[in-house]
């Protein structure tokens, strides 16, 4: 048992790579000691917090020359949550921090050649620095929940949400920032919602995909400017398909009748598409990797629909696509209605006659109640017009004799 422990440690890569460069380093460094930089500096260039890291040689190692020194840099990524490390020749480097969070660096020194004996001697300390990010403007006003859509691979929205602490005729605005442009960019088109921003409509601009996009939402109100938002990602991460158009029967090769969809049109690969069924309002289980279905016959009418979304091969993750319109079978003018929906013609079958009846006996209500004055008279005339009708037969024949 501890040697399959042991086994499975080690086969992870990184806990080897580790091991590897600790035992590199550990058993040839014979006594020669290192300084670590004499000091970090760190500069905005103004890309919404990719930052340039700069350090110096220690004093002890400026006269040598011959050496080749390299520089391990550890960086605390506020994205990712986690340190990374490089190791470089270069006295800088540049990372992505979250400005609105501490950004933390340490960097160590390497020394080789003639110096160490031709061995990589790491210093034992390093040179950090902690960087407090600046102050953040009126609290609790960040806008939350933003969220990022790729519709169907064709254009980019995104949408916030404002914090409840936001002060009246506060404004906010979106900035954004990749490794292709030069400087930050505005918003191109905002998005309004009963009279304030919520978003930002992204269609007719440039984003590239696996590249890390940075958003910045701030603003301004009449009590100061606002905290500051960073939001980070990359917009294949964030695709939304178009519902498929529409759902087909077809007799499968076994000739069993199976359900068929196309994929929905536009710059989304078929192949990276996932897909869903939910059937009779029920969500099956089991994700879908092709476009048809094969279906079990039973006399029951069963009502289908499907929705789609990335596959983890073509991106991290997706959002998945509205549903396409249901489909049922056998198709409903072949199935015997329910009879539930037989009741509702004969309750209002009854309801007609009891209002046609009630409003006709009010009818000949006020009818009677207008000839009112010849009421005593009514009487006789309604009774000979009955008796003229129908004569009774003993009178009848009294008068026809
Ligand atoms: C330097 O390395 C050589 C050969 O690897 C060894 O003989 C020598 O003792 C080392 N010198 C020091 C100061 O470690
Ligand atoms: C290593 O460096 C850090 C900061 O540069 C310092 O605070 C710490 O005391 C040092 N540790 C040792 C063992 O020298
Ligand atoms: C986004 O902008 C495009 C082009 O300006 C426009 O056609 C589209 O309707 C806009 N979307 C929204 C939700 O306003
Ligand atoms: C918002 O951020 C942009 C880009 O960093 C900056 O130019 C602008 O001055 C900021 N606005 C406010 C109100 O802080």
């Known amino acids: ?139 609790d006003t960040a806008v939350k929940d933003f969220v990022c859509v790729y519709h169907n691979m064709k254009y980019i929205e995104c949408t916030w949400g404002r914090s409840p602490k936001t002060p009246a005729y506060s404004q906010h605005n979106l900035y954004f920032w990749h490794m292709e442009l030069e400087k930050t960019e505005e918003c191109p088109k905002y998005l309004v919602l009963s009279g304030v921003r919520s978003g930002c409509n992204f269609t007719g601009t440039y984003l590239p995909d696996f590249t890390d996009i940075i958003f910045c939402v701030n603003g301004s109100s009449p009590e100061g400017p606002l905290e500051p938002a960073f939001i980070s990602l990359q917009i294949q991460d964030h695709v939304k398909p178009e519902p498929t158009e529409k759902l087909y029967l077809q007799t499968g090769s076994d000739r069993k009748l199976e359900l068929r969809w196309d994929p929905p049109a536009g710059r989304v690969p078929g192949p990276c598409l996932e897909w869903q069924m939910e059937q009779d309002g029920k969500i099956a289980p089991k994700i879908i990797t092709g476009q048809t279905l094969p279906l079990t016959h039973d006399e029951k009418i069963s009502c289908f629909r499907v929705r789609s979304r990335l596959n983890k091969y073509c991106a991290e993750k997706s959002l998945w696509s509205e549903w396409s319109r249901p489909m049922c079978h056998p198709e409903e003018k072949e199935v015997t209605p329910d009879p539930g929906s037989d ?54 024949g009294g008068l026809r004799r």
């Open 343 to 396: 009741m509702v013609p004969v309750y209002v079958y009854v309801a007609v006659a009891v209002i046609a009846t009630l409003v006709l006996s009010l009818c000949v209500g006020a009818m009677l109640r207008l000839r009112a004055p010849k009421q005593e008279k009514e009487p006789d005339s309604l009774l000979t017009t009955l008796f003229a009708q129908n004569p009774l037969p003993t009178a009848g």
């Open 1 to 139: 048992m501890l040697l399959m422990a042991a086994k499975s440690w080690l086969t992870h890569p990184a806990a080897l790579m580790l091991l590897l460069m600790n035992w590199m380093e550990c058993t040839l460094c014979s006594g020669f000691t290192v300084d670590p930089p004499a000091d970090i500096v760190i500069s905005d260039p103004g890309h919404l917090g990719y930052l340039d890291i700069t350090w110096s040689l220690p004093t002890s190692l400026t006269d040598k020359t011959e050496c080749p020194k390299l520089y391990q840099l550890e960086y605390f990524d506020t994205y990712r949550d986690r340190w990374n490390a490089v190791r470089t020749p270069q006295r800088t480097y540049s990372a992505q921090f979250d400005l609105t969070k501490d950004v933390r660096v340490r960097v160590y020194t390497l020394l080789n050649g003639p110096c160490t004996n031709g061995t990589l001697t790491r210093s034992t300390n390093y040179t950090e620095l902690v960087q407090k990010p600046p102050s953040t403007g009126v609290a």
